[in-house]
């Protein structure tokens, strides 16, 4: 048994995928997302086990008649590994791999498998580490107990070492080294963790001057795609969960005279174990301190309405649910589902269409994006002097002119303007700036 626990990977097993449901609710496919996620991961998948149970069996979660049937079927379909789309306490694993005698995996543990093949950079791989070390240490320390009975067994452990041959509960000393050890590693990994978010949010606050847009959303919704079309950032896209890990910043112009910065992020999920935020909070910061969420839906998705959801109550995880969010429906160039895109244009009124593929709706996008960068419009009268233009020059750029008067050495403007650009226009020094109306 000692073997089933060693890694969590399950790249090429045969995987069984189990859904235990509480509710009568049958509307959606409730394995689709858990079919992607393992998938993604690099399991084929032999088998899937769909469950209605009234209570949760302590013990085995699912109850003992279904836990036995699960037990057949994975002799049947010679599976290598169960994942559960329900998240198991270290009890349930141990008692269900007893049970079936493959590993068990639960949702979270999948998840953060998923993540720590996809960590590329320094920071994605420390945090990845610390939340797996956090959430799947005390279950794979629990797996170790019975080591009490194979004193001196030797090998087998995550850590890979076991206490002295002969010597009474080796387990238990052993768990005593590791939890030691992984407690010192904890310590090190938050260490080095805090040393590069704080470098990290300095460079973020170090961009207060400039307007900041997050891209947000549902993992394959389409994030990278968009900033790569709007910008030609060259960031990694691919048809599968979790493609990005890391933040990426970069300039766009979405109208003469407005630059913005624009960041992508990873990509929310149903779940997100509570640890992976945790851990890619400083990630996650790009989004704290935006001054507008972009959140990328996929509408193609038949359950585009519950990974909205998903994907705000992360928001509100993080800090950020009251922030000022533009929604973007993305991908209308494969919407199959009759009425799908209506329904959401329904219920999000002022949500943006777009194929971030095609190009389709990427005017309208960068209209509203530029709206909401500029702010109220206001309406001006400015005196300058016609030595400097730059007063001039900054109102053409980024308002609209109505009326210009020359009188002997200065010029009388009255125009339009967004809010947000008032402080830049009062940097150049007019002579005299009045708000008209508001
Ligand atoms: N047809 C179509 N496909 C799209 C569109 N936008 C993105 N895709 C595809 O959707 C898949 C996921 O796109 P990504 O840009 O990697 O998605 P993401 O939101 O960055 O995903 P994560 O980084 O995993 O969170 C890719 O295969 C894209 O080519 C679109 O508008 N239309
Ligand atoms: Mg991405």
């Known amino acids: 048994m000692e073997k089933l626990r060693q890694t969590l990977r399950i790249r090429k097993e045969r995987a069984i995928l189990v859904a235990a449901l509480l509710s009568a609710r049958s509307d959606s496919d409730d394995l689709a997302e858990l079919t992607a996620l393992a998938e993604s991961a690099g399991a084929v998948i032999v088998d899937r086990f769909q469950q209605k149970i009234r209570k949760i069996n302590p013990a085995t979660y699912l109850g003992k008649g279904k836990a036995h049937q699960l037990a057949q079927r994975v002799r049947r379909f010679k599976a290598d590994v169960v994942v559960f789309d329900n998240d198991l306490s270290p009890n349930q694993i141990r008692e269900l791999e007893e049970l079936i005698n493959i590993k068990v995996l639960d949702r979270s543990e999948l998840i953060l498998d998923i993540f720590a093949t996809r960590a590329k950079t320094k920071q994605a791989k420390l945090q990845v580490e610390l939340a797996q070390l956090e959430y799947t240490y005390p279950r794979l320390t ?98 599968r969960l979790f493609a990005t890990l890391d933040t990426r910043t970069r300039k766009w112009t979405p109208a003469r005279g407005a ?23 400083a990630t996650l910061e790009e989004a704290v301190n935006a001054d507008l969420l972009v959140h990328i839906i996929d509408v193609s998705n038949p359950d585009a309405l519950n990974q909205i959801e998903s994907v705000d109550s992360v928001l509100a995880e993080i800090g950020c649910g009251q922030n000022p969010t533009l929604k973007v429906l993305n991908k209308v160039d494969i919407v199959k589902k009759v009425g799908q895109l209506e329904m959401l244009q329904t219920l999000f009124v002022d949500a943006v269409a777009i194929s971030a593929k095609t190009g389709l ?36 750029a980024h308002g609209q002119i109505l009326n210009e008067q020359y009188l002997d050495s200065s010029v009388l403007i ?25």
């Not at 630059?259 to 851990?279: C, M, R, W, Y």
């Not at 909401?372 to 730059?390: C, P, T």
Request: proline share 2%.
């Open 259 to 281: 630059e913005v910065l624009i960041s992508d992020t990873i990509g929310f999920v149903k779940n997100l174990p509570h640890q992976l935020v945790a851990s890619f909070r």
């Open 414 to 438: 009255d125009a339009k303007l967004g809010r947000n650009q008032l402080a830049g226009l009062k940097r150049l020094h007019p002579d005299n700036l009045e708000v008209i109306q508001s």
């Open 361 to 396: 709706g990427l005017d309208r996008l960068s209209e509203v994006v530029t709206a909401k960068y500029r702010g109220d419009e206001v309406l001006l009268r400015v005196s300058s002097s016609q030595s400097n233009g730059k007063v001039q020059s900054f109102l053409r």
């Open 142 to 239: 629990r797996m170790w107990s019975h080591l009490d009975s194979v004193a001196g067994a030797g090998g087998g452990t995550a850590a890979g070492t076991v206490g002295g041959i002969g010597t009474r509960g080796p387990g238990e000393q052993q768990l005593e080294i590791d939890r030691r050890l992984v407690g010192k590693r904890i310590t090190e990994l938050k260490r080095e963790l805090t040393n590069i978010d704080k470098r990290r949010i300095r460079e973020i606050k170090g961009r207060s001057g400039l307007f900041k847009i997050c891209l947000v959303g549902y993992t394959n919704a389409g994030k990278s795609t968009l900033l790569n079309t709007l910008t030609d950032a060259g960031v990694f896209v691919e048809d």
